[in-house]
């Protein structure tokens, strides 16, 4: 059965660090991955997404992600934190089955920042 | 582009009552799903409509649920008999079925339930 984890529930950072969210994902076949990112009450904003070709990819507010098929993974990075990126973050996997494509999300990861 | 909206924004009811909600997607958009989303959790699909067609139904969505979309716009997800279990938010999204266009769903702010 296709399914996402993301092993961290939550993590701290300080304004100006670097950041990895961990991803990992089961489906048979080539996945679809995205990144998405939630503020408190809002939907779903999309920051990136995997569908073939090079395996780094690059999102907007300067987050990139990269897709490593051996680990069944898909990272989510980004150089330098700021306060305004404090959010709670999904990834998740495009089943495409029935000629669309329905999303298995993970858990999320809630990621506060501090000054 | 005026993105996906939904309303009400917010919604309180009493167990028993019957609620319904609606999803405006994006214009040109052909697809649409419904996920519910409980706290601390991530989205959970519930139904996909290709243009009126609801093609899919988990089985989270029980027979006190039903989702339409009448001439392929707008969508309404109606729950009846709420009950506590029922609280969550609600999220609509839609995409565009084209040869690679097709995987990207833009979602809508959702809709927050809360059965009292």
């Known amino acids: 059965a296709q399914s996402v984890t993301q092993p961290d529930i939550h993590i701290t950072v300080s304004e100006g660090a670097s950041l990895e969210l961990r991803c990992n994902y089961s489906?048979?076949?080539?996945?679809?991955l995205f990144w998405y990112v939630q503020s408190p009450g809002q939907g779903l904003q999309l920051l990136l997404k995997?569908?073939?070709?090079?395996?780094l990819v690059q999102g907007i507010k300067g987050f990139e992600a990269e897709f490593k098929r051996s680990q069944s993974s898909f990272n989510l990075r980004k150089p330098s934190v700021h306060w305004s990126d404090a959010a709670e973050y999904f990834c998740?996997?495009?089943?495409?089955?029935?000629?669309?494509?329905?999303?298995?999300f993970g858990a999320g990861t809630r990621l506060a920042v501090h000054p | 582009d005026t993105g996906v909206s939904q309303d009400p924004r917010h919604k309180i009811t009493k167990r028993g009552q019957n609620v319904t909600f609606r999803c405006d997607p994006i214009?040109?958009?052909?697809?649409l799903y419904w996920y519910r989303q409980t706290l601390g959790q991530g989205p959970e699909f519930l139904t996909y409509f290709q243009n009126e067609a609801q093609l899919e139904k988990s089985r989270l969505l029980s027979d006190r649920f039903s989702a339409e979309r009448p001439k392929g716009s707008f969508s309404t997800l109606e729950i009846q008999r709420t009950e506590q279990g029922d609280s969550a938010m609600y999220l609509c999204a839609s995409s565009l079925a084209e040869a690679g266009r097709g995987y990207e769903q833009y979602f809508g702010p959702g809709t927050r339930l809360t059965v009292t």
């Open positions: 998740a996997v495009g089943t495409f089955s029935g000629g669309y494509n329905k999303l298995i």
């Open positions: 214009s040109e958009h052909n697809r």
């Open positions: 995997y569908f073939s070709g090079d395996t």
């Open positions: 489906y048979g076949a080539t996945p679809y």
